[in-house]
């Protein structure tokens, strides 16, 4: 089952999945929902695959800093360069 979110910016189609957890997790889960910071357990999700994805973002930079301070970076002087 589908559910649309409308938005004045933008309309996301989203997808519902199911995950199992240990119940100690879901306690977790639980209490952090409880304590009001997020809404719901799926707000929760939400927000740690949104950092997980930034983490990935930050490790790429990183990788790509060390490749410049190696001298391996190539200075780009227009976007086609990048081809």
Known sequence: MAKVVKSK??????????????????????KVVKSGRYATASEFFRDLIRLWKEEELL?????????????????????????
């Open 59 to 83: 490790q790429e930079l990183r990788e790509s800093q060390l490749e410049i301070a190696r001298g391996k970076g190539k200075v780009l002087k227009s976007l086609k360069d990048l081809r």
């Open 9 to 30: 910016k933008f309309c996301t189609m989203r997808k519902i999945i199911n995950i199992s957890l240990p119940e100690e997790l879901k306690k977790e889960v639980g």
